[in-house]
């Protein structure tokens, strides 16, 4: 939504499999007046209804850590990127093991109650950055990167070509 007003020849098809996602975006972009340049389908990132090279611009937030085939979901979001389409997932960290109980704190101390279960189970289900290399490697990712975003998130970057 805050990408839709700031941009106004923008439009944006947004996917999640939870219709309470979908009603939460629908609400917000009513509010901010966007709603006309956004499209919501509700849909399985493992198996997106596009065709190959369909987007310009795929961006996936917070996604990765839930996804029950991680390789899976990668592929499927290069398949649906054009060749030269800009790609950016950011997902939470995990980190090594000797610094989980102090990342939890640090990162999590916002949270309470169900929130922060939430939050220490995500931090424990998401990837080093070894992981995602290794990930991206099989998935056939060429022309990305894994970064450090902040200290409790990892970003995969693909630069657009225009």
């Known amino acids: 939504v805050r990408i839709l007003a700031h941009i106004p020849s923008l439009k944006i098809i947004g996917v999640d499999r939870s219709a309470n996602m979908l009603?939460?975006?629908?609400?917000?972009a009513e509010q901010a007046g966007v709603s006309d340049r956004l499209a919501l389908i509700r849909s399985d990132g493992h198996s997106l209804p596009f065709a190959d090279g369909t987007f310009s611009v795929v961006l996936c937030n917070s996604v990765l850590h839930h996804a029950r085939?991680?390789?899976a979901l990668l592929r499927e979001i290069f398949?649906?990127?054009s060749p030269d389409a800009a790609v950016l997932l950011r997902d939470l960290r995990r980190p090594a093991r000797p610094m989980l109980g102090w990342h939890l704190w640090r990162h999590g101390r916002q949270y309470h109650g169900e929130m922060r279960r939430l939050f220490n189970a995500s931090v424990k289900a998401a990837y080093?950055?070894?992981?995602?290399?290794g990930m991206l490697s099989q998935?056939?990712?060429h022309?990305?990167?894994v970064f450090r975003?902040?200290?409790?998130?990892?970003?995969?970057?693909?630069?657009?070509?225009l």
């Open 149 to 161: 975003f902040r200290g409790a998130h990892l970003g995969i970057e693909r630069r657009g070509r």
């Open 128 to 133: 080093t950055l070894e992981e995602l290399e």
């Open 139 to 141: 998935a056939g990712a």
């Open 69 to 71: 085939e991680p390789l």
């Open 23 to 28: 009603a939460c975006a629908r609400r917000n």
């Open 143 to 145: 022309g990305t990167s």
């Open 79 to 81: 398949r649906v990127a």
